[in-house]
């Protein structure tokens, strides 16, 4: 089957660490996001790539970083310099047309310790 | 920039009562609409689409979306709903730019049924 795998489930992170998000997909789309929703804030943009070696950023980009080495992954870091990580990441990826949606992973629950 | 507004934060309804839930966007040129739903504990799935043509969309699971240009508006509807419609829904837009761009998310309705 076709789909978008996020791994952990479950994340959590220490005080002034880095933790990396794991995307990957085999629906031989171009384009990869990620997602961070918050209660009662929806689902706000975090970075996007649009083909291999390229990303933009997102509305909320601080204190992220992604790479896209790959076609069918696209990792995502939260680094020490978010200050407040605790909240559910999606992952997400289309062909590269608007009109096409976007496919969801079952996302990646952060928490801080 | 794009946004989208979702003014129904919480809504509860009875089985087989009407549901309509409304999502305004703003933007300046021609648009892609979604709706989204993410039903508890599962991932985002598509409920509809709009691109061009008929402003009245339908979807999965008896559900339909009209496109009012005049009003920037995508309301969601279904006339009768149930149990299982318990969920969270999105409304997003995305610029139609002929690539693949930015989706913008409204702020989500929870939708809570009742037996």
């Known amino acids: 089957d076709g789909g978008i795998t996020q791994s952990p489930k479950y994340l959590f992170r220490k005080e002034g660490q880095n933790v990396t998000l794991s995307c990957e997909q085999n629906?031989?789309?171009?384009?990869m996001y990620w997602y961070r929703q918050d209660p009662g804030q929806g689902l706000r943009l975090i970075y996007y790539s649009q083909i291999v070696n390229d990303f933009q950023k997102g509305d909320i980009a601080e204190g992220y970083s992604v790479s896209r080495e790959k076609k069918e992954s696209f990792p995502l870091t939260v680094t020490s310099a978010q200050k407040n990580p605790t909240a559910f990441y999606l992952c997400a990826s289309s062909a590269v047309v608007s009109n096409q949606p976007q496919h969801f992973g079952d996302g990646t629950r952060l928490s801080i310790l | 920039a794009q946004s989208v507004s979702q003014h129904n934060h919480h809504v509860i309804l009875s089985e087989a009562a009407s549901l309509e839930l409304g999502c305004n966007y703003s933007y300046g040129g021609t648009v892609n609409l979604f709706w989204y739903v993410q039903y508890p504990g599962q991932h985002l799935q598509l409920l509809l689409k709009?691109?061009?043509?008929?402003?009245l969309v339908k979807g999965i699971k008896g559900f339909e979306a009209e496109f009012i240009k005049s009003k920037f508006s995508f309301n969601l509807r279904k006339p009768s709903v149930q149990w299982s419609d318990t969920a969270e829904y999105f409304c997003?837009?995305?610029?139609?730019?002929?690539?693949?761009?930015?989706?913008?998310f409204g702020t989500g309705t929870r939708l809570q049924v009742t037996l």
């Open positions: 629906l031989n789309h171009d384009a």
């Open positions: 997003a837009v995305t610029a139609n730019t002929g690539t693949a761009s930015k989706l913008t």
């Open positions: 709009y691109f061009s043509g008929d402003p």
